[in-house]
């Protein structure tokens, strides 16, 4: 018998069982062989899952990169409420297909949640191919402008951490 095709992270399996227990109203016996069911079958099937490990390339753009993103959601956070107390023809929303040059999962993945942070952007969806971001904009000037703003800001530095 194979203890590891069974059990092929002990500490997954361990953290399974403790945050269900933490979840439970009380510790029975019932809800303590439940755990230990859930900590002994969820592993290996997680285990199956395709993974995409994270490949980190320079760090050097992080500290400006994270700078600049705190800039953007305070400049946002003017401006969205200056058009929401504003008149509301004034405002322009759009769907903007965003074409990705990133490949990196976790990259894009960090370029869908700034864009998320920022307000008055949401990341709707990612094609299936990885290609396009579909981000919903609050008020939509130019798509062109958006969309080099963004490649210039976010994407070119996360393309460096996440080569």
């Known amino acids: 018998m194979?203890?590891?095709?069974?059990?092929?992270?002990?500490?997954?399996?361990?953290?399974?069982?403790?945050?269900w227990l933490l979840m439970m109203d009380s510790i029975t016996v019932g809800n303590v062989l439940l755990a230990a069911a859930l900590g002994l079958v969820i592993p290996p099937w997680a285990a199956r899952l395709d993974r995409e490990f994270a490949r980190i390339g320079r760090l050097r753009p992080v500290p400006l990169l994270l700078l600049v993103l705190a800039k953007d959601i305070v400049l946002s956070n003017i401006?969205?409420?200056?058009?929401?107390?504003?008149?509301?023809?004034?405002?322009?929303?759009?769907?903007?297909?965003?074409?990705?040059?990133?490949?990196?999962?976790?990259?894009?993945?960090?370029?869908?949640?700034?864009?998320?942070?920022?307000?008055?952007?949401?990341s709707a969806a990612l094609s299936h191919d990885r290609k396009y971001l579909l981000i919903h904009v609050f008020n939509l000037q130019d798509e062109a402008a958006l969309v080099a703003q963004i490649k210039r800001r976010y994407e070119r530095p996360l393309m460096e951490i996440f080569p």
Do not use: K
């Open 2 to 19: 194979n203890l590891r095709r069974w059990l092929p992270s002990p500490p997954l399996s361990l953290t399974i069982c403790v945050f």
């Open 79 to 122: 401006e969205v409420a200056r058009r929401v107390l504003g008149r509301e023809d004034r405002i322009r929303p759009a769907f903007v297909w965003y074409p990705l040059d990133i490949a990196n999962i976790h990259g894009i993945t960090a370029l869908a949640s700034f864009i998320t942070l920022t307000p008055g952007t949401v």
